[in-house]
């Protein structure tokens, strides 16, 4: 799939993050192949060093909302996590439910998402796109 272009409404978007894996603490950042945001995102990040949220990977990983996003050329990123029995136990099953939460995994991740969205929003100009951001590559 390629978008040709972005429609004017999406031109304004400048980032879509995803949390999709349970309740696992966030550990970092799928940069999708984005080279282009891995310093702005490394300064984020160095934020919650203590919280051991530092890594950033160029990888791209599937399964995910954000990949529709990133599809189209709008940067879309999967927080990584600990995986928490996420694929082995919990991942659409019958305890796939709140009796699984992790309370202090999920203020943490609750607390970088929100920095990250606040940075985001704080920014003279949007994060920046991918080289070839309209090729959908998984």
């Known amino acids: 799939f390629r978008?040709?272009?972005?429609?004017?409404e999406q031109k304004?978007?400048?980032?879509y993050y995803n949390l999709d894996n349970g309740t696992g603490k966030i550990r970092g950042?799928?940069?999708?192949?984005?080279?282009?945001?891995?310093?702005?995102?490394?300064d984020w990040l160095s934020a919650f060093r203590?919280?051991?949220?530092?890594?950033?990977?160029?990888?791209n990983t599937g399964g995910t909302d954000?990949?529709?996003f990133d599809m189209?050329?709008?940067?879309?990123?999967?927080?990584?996590?600990?995986?928490?029995?996420?694929s082995t136990k919990t991942h659409h099953s019958n305890m796939d439910n709140y009796d699984h939460l992790v309370e202090d995994d999920?203020?943490?991740?609750?607390?970088?998402?929100?920095?990250f969205i606040w940075q985001t929003s704080q920014r003279d100009e949007k994060?920046?796109?991918?080289?070839?951001?309209?090729?959908?590559n998984n």
């Open 3 to 8: 978008a040709k272009a972005l429609k004017s």
């Open 12 to 15: 304004k978007v400048s980032a």
């Open 29 to 42: 950042v799928y940069l999708q192949g984005n080279d282009k945001v891995s310093p702005i995102f490394r």
């Open 50 to 59: 203590d919280m051991d949220a530092s890594t950033l990977s160029i990888s």
């Open 66 to 68: 954000h990949l529709a």
């Open 72 to 86: 189209i050329g709008i940067p879309g990123f999967q927080f990584i996590q600990e995986p928490i029995a996420y």
């Open 106 to 115: 999920l203020k943490q991740a609750a607390t970088i998402i929100a920095y």
């Open 127 to 136: 994060l920046p796109r991918k080289k070839n951001n309209l090729k959908y």
